[in-house]
């Protein structure tokens, strides 16, 4: 069983060439009629039988409550899983549509170990944002979707849960760390081993990249991968990608000559806290909030218009759909006067740290932040932020995530750096 394998298979090849069979005909059929009728793309994609294609949409953080959302109620979604999304699969196994969608989204789609890789897929999409498409897909399966940094998972539904949260709380590990070990975790390379690669020598080679000790290796079973490349992902996720078949993860520690990685179970891993206020002048959120009274963990907070959240990644969306219920992601064009630049919108409340992980991770950036500043400046990195804004730009997205915070931001070598305004008045990289 293969976890993702992006080499092109027989039916990928075969789609491609009647992909280009049918640009081929439709092009010398227009030529024949003259003009563009509106039947002429019908008829070829008949001739085609099936075929899968995304429409080259930019990313939206959130939507506005007045325009259509997908299902999805993630708080960051790669700009690739709004990519509107054709398609019809008859009998067709999951390898091939994991590796069709994948390279449509140009995000890994990872098939966990525990999953039949030739499971027959029978699902139709008619310009679906491609998240919803693979919740569906999970649905079908019996798992659940799992949208982390650099790829997307279809894992067992406590897996699924248990592999975000502990992303969030490795990440929060992380940023604790000091520069030089940061750099070491956010380190980028592409992924990849032979056919026949023993899983618990991978990752002891990944760890010796940059001379990082890993305490328990035993931990992980014996067992055989198919060969596998993957695009370039951090340190700290190519481990986390590979331990995640075996229900594990990374716990970070620091040693007083090398940084040592513990590998501990996902269980171990699964709970997060945030704090939100309360909607005490808004009765509907009020009465959502109290709905979910018997499926989360709520709490009193220190004051009277706080409470506290223990849970998954998941539960922390169900109170943010309760506060927030437009908080989600639809598809949105570039704008033609300017083809290169992604464009966000954003309505959210989120704990200053965790947003900025997530925001710069889609950035594809590495993130410091300067916690001496922000102390200094009393401003509380798990402080839950709100704002909302709309078709902006990443520079006006990073100066609304940071203006009304008393934040500042540079990018400078691939690295969101963040601090109080009073350490840095001018921003870079404008």
């Known amino acids: 069983m293969t976890p993702y394998d992006c080499s092109t298979t027989l039916s990928g090849l075969a789609l491609l060439s009647f992909t280009r069979l049918c640009v081929f005909l439709k092009h010398r059929l227009y030529e024949f009629a003259g003009r563009r009728s509106t039947w002429m793309p019908g008829l ?3 001739m085609l039988g099936w075929s899968i294609h995304a429409l080259q949409n930019q990313s939206l953080l959130c939507a506005s409550e007045t325009t259509p959302v997908t299902r999805s109620t993630r ?9 509107l999304i054709d398609a019809h699969w008859i009998g067709t196994d999951l390898r ?7 390279k449509q989204i140009e995000l890994p789609v ?13 699902l ?21 979707l799992s949208v982390l940094h650099s790829s997307v998972r279809l894992a067992p539904k406590t897996v699924a849960r248990q592999m975000e949260t502990a992303e969030i709380l490795r990440d929060r590990d992380i940023q604790s760390l000091a520069p030089s070990s940061q750099t070491r975790f956010s380190s980028r390379a592409v992924l990849q081993w032979p056919i026949g690669a023993v899983p618990s020598e991978v990752v002891e080679s990944l760890a010796e990249e940059q001379n990082l000790i890993i305490d328990n290796l035993t931990l992980i079973p014996h067992d055989h991968f198919p060969a596998i490349t993957l695009p370039l992902m951090t340190l700290a996720e190519r481990l986390d990608l590979l331990l995640g078949h075996f229900d594990l993860c990374i716990s970070i520690t620091t040693g007083d000559d090398a940084t040592h990685i513990s590998l501990v179970p996902l269980e171990d891993r699964k709970e997060i806290v945030r704090v939100y206020r309360r909607p005490l002048r808004n009765s509907a959120a009020t009465a959502r909030l109290n709905a979910l009274a018997t499926s989360v963990t709520i709490e009193n907070g220190e004051t009277d218009d706080s409470f506290l959240l223990r849970g998954s990644v998941a539960d922390a969306r169900l109170v943010e759909r309760a506060l927030f219920p437009a908080a989600t992601v639809r598809p949105v064009k570039k704008p033609a006067s300017d083809p290169q630049q992604d464009r966000f919108t954003l309505r959210v409340a989120a704990p200053l740290e965790e947003l900025f992980v997530e925001v710069a991770g889609r950035l594809k950036l590495k993130l410091i932040i300067d916690r001496d500043s922000l102390a200094r400046a009393s401003i509380d990195p798990q402080e839950v932020i709100r704002l909302e804004l709309s078709n902006a730009t990443r520079e006006q997205l990073l100066d609304a995530m940071t203006r009304h915070a008393g ?3 540079s990018i400078a070598d691939q690295t969101l ?13 404008r």
């Open 44 to 46: 070829c994609i008949a």
């Open 417 to 429: 750096s963040i601090r109080a305004t009073s350490m840095n008045p001018n921003n870079s990289d």
């Open 407 to 409: 934040l500042s931001w």
């Open 96 to 102: 091939s549509v994991a590796e069709q969608i994948s």
């Open 110 to 122: 990872i098939i966990d170990r525990r999953l039949d890789p030739g499971t027959p897929v029978n």
């Open 75 to 83: 708080l960051v979604t790669p700009h690739s899983l709004a990519q």
């Open 124 to 144: 139709r999409a008619d310009a679906e944002p491609a998240v919803d498409l693979l919740e569906r897909l999970a649905k079908s399966l019996g798992v659940s």
